[in-house]
């Protein structure tokens, strides 16, 4: 499966931006998808992750309420809506897909995904 992300920039704190990441190669609706990001010289962090159907939603505590992950399967599409930015959010975002299709557990760990996109790098200044 390939996953193509995009929607990164650099924006002031405060402000918002809307990552998307989009999936061919296999049936997207099938498998639980998450979002990570690595802010320089850091480890890859998890930040959002969504159920296969979309019902089922977790987070990074630094980013509940602010950010919103959400899926359209008709598209194999799965987005990132962060607000209120802050300077600490700054760092390359990458989406991920579960290897196990239907799961209703979301799982956290970056070893728990087995597809990667390219990353896409938000800077947000203060």
């Known amino acids: 499966v390939q996953l193509q992300a995009s929607g990164g920039g650099l924006v002031p704190a405060g402000d918002s931006l809307r990552l998307s990441c989009t999936a061919s190669?296999?049936?997207?609706?099938?498998?639980?998808m998450g979002w990570f990001r690595r802010a320089p010289g850091k480890e890859r962090q998890f930040v959002a992750a969504?159920?296969?159907?979309?019902?089922?939603?977790y987070y990074l505590d630094s980013v509940k309420g602010r950010f919103t992950i959400s899926r359209d399967n008709a598209k194999n599409t799965v987005y990132l809506q962060m607000n209120s930015l802050k300077p600490e959010d700054t760092a390359d975002y990458y989406c991920a897909a579960d290897p196990s299709p239907f799961i209703s557990a979301i799982r956290t760990g970056t070893r728990d995904y087995d597809y990667w996109g390219q990353g896409t790098q938000v800077t947000v200044s203060s």
């Open positions: 190669g296999r049936t997207f609706s099938k498998y639980n």
């Open positions: 969504i159920s296969w159907n979309g019902g089922n939603t």
